[in-house]
């Protein structure tokens, strides 16, 4: 005979929290999706390791609209291309559900392929506030076989910074002769503000010494310096979830609100051109990242 009596008071509120926890995960899971800092075929791995989980947990309608491009009308289509109930979770799919569900994901949104080669110009980048000058420090710091770039830059230094140090610290005019001069590796405008460039000359000379050299660069940095320089590997540094990245960028208090706005909306167009990259690695661990970038270098 089961036992009907009412939970107590502190069982309900400890199921309570439990559950309101458990919707936040999934919220901040759908939200790692739809910013591109998981793929959907890792959120689905996740929930069939662990059907328990939040991911496990989540239902598969949830999961397909947290997706971009996909609305109310092409979820429902899909559930009835998949033969899946739109209540079931995903960490309860059948075997030939779950194949199906792969097969989808992986031929309208497949996953970036690392590339197997390795090169000595290693190109870090990654969203705003994603930790690349602190991952880059840890390399310098950590692996002092590798030369880390001295970008010029045309902002003015935050507090601590070192002129020649952590950046070189130029005007207009010097950033404009440097560029006449092809002086540059690469250089970029940022934020729609200050320019950013790489001075050529010392990654030469390092790369001719036989050295590894890395660059801790933005997106477009990253393009010019494919194009410039084909067997660079670039290697694109990703936030352990979106909700980490935001508290980031608002936890450095270095930029008001406007600009936090702006730098989070490119960070959402940066996360979307990661395919573009060979490597990739988390920062959930500042020495442990760094440590996965030098470990990439040939």
Do not use: C
């Not at 009596?5 to 458990?22: F, G, N």
């Not at 075929?41 to 949830?62: C, K, T």
């Not at 209540?87 to 989808?104: A, E, I, N, P, T």
């Not at 230094?157 to 002769?177: I, L, M």
């Amino acid at each position: 005979m089961s036992d009907s009596r009412p939970l107590p008071d502190v069982d309900r509120a400890a199921a309570s929290r439990r559950a309101v926890a458990a919707r936040r995960e999934r919220a901040a899971l759908k939200r790692d999706v739809a910013m591109r800092v998981i793929t959907p075929q890792e959120l689905l791995r996740r929930a069939l390791a662990d059907p328990s989980s939040p991911a496990g947990a989540m239902r598969v309608p949830e999961f397909l609209t947290a997706i971009p491009a996909i609305g109310a009308g092409k979820r429902d289509r899909i559930l009835t291309e998949l033969g899946i109930s739109p209540v079931k979770r995903l960490g309860g799919l059948g075997v030939r559900q779950r194949h199906d569900l792969f097969r989808f994901l992986d031929r309208r949104w497949p996953e970036p392929i690392p590339r197997s080669g390795r090169s000595r110009l290693l190109v870090l980048a990654g969203p705003t506030a994603v930790g690349k000058g602190t991952v880059s420090a840890a390399v310098k710091r950590n692996h002092p076989e590798i030369l880390l770039s001295t970008s010029a830059t045309t902002r003015p230094p935050r507090p601590g910074e070192v002129d020649g140090e952590h950046y070189y610290f130029v005007d207009d005019a010097a950033f404009d002769s440097l560029i006449a001069d092809g002086a540059l590796l690469e250089h970029a405008t940022v934020h729609n503000k200050y320019r950013y460039g790489t001075p050529r000359r010392p990654i030469e000379e390092a790369l001719s010494e036989g050295r590894t050299v890395l660059l801790e660069i933005d997106l477009q940095g990253a393009r010019q310096v494919r194009e410039a320089e084909p067997t660079a590997s670039l290697v694109f540094l990703l936030p352990p979830s979106w909700d980490e990245l935001v508290d980031r960028l608002v936890g450095r208090g270095t930029e008001d609100d406007e600009e936090r706005s702006r730098r989070l909306r490119t960070a959402k167009r940066e996360l979307a051109a990661q395919n573009e990259f060979d490597h990739f690695v988390v920062n959930d661990d500042v020495d442990a990242a760094a440590a996965r970038v030098a470990a990439l270098a040939r």
